[in-house]
C-alpha cells in the first residue's frame, strides 16, 4: 500500500534484495528514475529494481554533472526513490565523494537512506560523464582502496566498481583494472563507454564468472543495443540512466512553449497525466483512507466535579 505502513515495509535488506535479482538466468533491466513519481511509474511498467542517476541527479538541479553534489543532497533523492516504489535501487557514488574514508561515509549513508547497490568510478575529480572526452583517470591501486573500503563498511549493500579506462588507456588496462577491482572487494564491474559489439563481448570473454553491467545512455560513444543483446554478449545488468529525465525535460520545454506561444495550457493537455492518472500512481486515495483508519477524534469523558 504505501512505505508509512510497516506490513508493506521489505523485512529483507535492500541489498539481498538486488542479490537475489541478480541470481536469475535472465538480464536484470534496471532504468533510472530520477525522481519518486518516476520510480512509481517503472514499478507500474514491471521492472524489479532502479537506477538513480548522478547526471539525472544534478541535471534535474539544473547542475552539470561535475561531482558538484554532495552525499547528503544524493542521500535526499535515495529516500525519495527507494520510498516510493520499495525497488531495489542502484546508483551512482560517482567517485565516492573522496577517498577512503569519505567512501566509508558515503557507503553508510546511502546505505542507511535506502540503496541497496552503489557504483564507484575510477575518474579524478572534476568527473565528467562517462561517454565525453578528456576524462582523468585515478591511479589504479587509489581506486582499488575506495573499493576496499566500500566493501569493508557496507553491511549487505551491492559495490560495483566502474572503470572508464577503454576509452584512455584501452581494453587491455580497463581489464587489469576490473581484476584488481574484484580482488579489492567489488561484487561486479560496470566497463564504461564500450563502442562495439565487440567491445562488449571481449569485455566479457575476458572476465568470465564477473557479473557486468551495461550503461545503454543515448547521445553517447555505445550504440543502441537492446537488454537481450546485452545478456547475449554477457552482461547481467542493463541500466537507461537519464532516459526518464531526458523524456520528461522534452516534454516540459514543450508546455512551456506552448502556454508561451498560446496563452495557456489547452493546447497540451492531452499530452499531460490526468490528476485521476496521478492519484492512482501515488495511491492518494490509500494514503486518506490510511489516515481515516488512524486519526479517529476521541472525545474526552467530561469532568463533572472539582479538583
Not at 552539470?64 to 529516500?79: A, H, K, M, N, S
Amino acid at each position: 500500500m504505501t512505505y508509512l505502513v510497516a506490513a508493506d515495509l521489505n523485512s529483507e535488506p535492500a541489498g539481498a534484495r538486488f542479490r537475489a535479482l541478480l541470481k536469475r538466468p535472465q538480464i536484470l533491466q534496471i532504468p533510472g528514475t530520477h525522481n519518486g513519481q518516476a520510480s512509481l511509474q517503472a514499478k507500474a511498467a514491471g521492472f524489479e529494481a532502479v537506477y538513480l542517476s548522478g547526471a539525472a541527479m544534478t541535471a534535474s538541479m539544473g547542475l552539470p554533472d561535475l561531482g558538484i553534489i554532495t552525499v547528503d543532497e544524493v542521500c535526499f533523492f535515495i529516500r525519495q526513490v527507494a520510498r516510493s516504489s520499495g525497488l531495489p535501487l542502484l546508483v551512482d557514488g560517482d567517485t565516492g565523494y573522496g577517498e577512503a574514508l569519505n567512501v566509508m561515509h558515503m557507503v553508510r549513508a546511502f546505505e542507511d537512506a535506502g540503496a541497496a547497490a552503489v557504483h564507484i568510478e575510477d575518474q579524478l575529480l572534476p568527473k565528467k560523464c562517462g561517454h565525453l572526452n578528456d576524462k582523468k583517470l585515478a591511479d589504479a591501486s587509489d581506486m582499488a582502496a575506495k573499493v576496499a573500503a566500500a566493501s569493508k563498511a557496507r553491511r549487505d549493500l551491492v559495490i560495483i566498481a566502474r572503470t572508464d579506462a577503454a576509452a584512455s588507456e584501452g581494453m587491455d588496462a580497463a581489464i587489469a583494472r576490473a581484476k584488481l577491482y574484484m580482488q579489492a572487494g567489488a561484487d561486479a564491474i560496470f566497463p564504461e563507454a564500450l563502442n562495439t559489439a565487440e567491445m562488449f563481448r571481449e569485455f566479457a570473454g575476458r572476465l568470465p564468472g564477473v557479473p557486468l553491467i551495461a550503461n545503454m545512455t543515448e547521445f553517447g560513444r555505445t550504440p543502441f543495443f537492446t537488454a537481450a543483446e546485452f545478456q547475449e554478449m554477457g552482461y547481467q545488468m542493463v541500466i537507461w540512466p537519464v532516459s526518464s529525465l531526458r523524456v520528461a525535460n522534452k516534454a516540459q520545454a514543450e508546455l512551456y512553449a506552448a502556454i508561451k506561444r498560446d496563452g495557456g495550457t489547452h493546447n497540451m493537455v492531452e499530452r499531460m497525466q490526468t490528476r485521476r492518472e496521478l492519484y492512482e500512481t501515488i495511491g492518494y486515495h490509500e494514503y486518506e483512507a490510511l489516515d481515516r483508519s488512524i486519526v479517529t477524534t476521541v472525545i474526552p469523558e467530561p469532568v463533572l466535579k472539582r479538583g
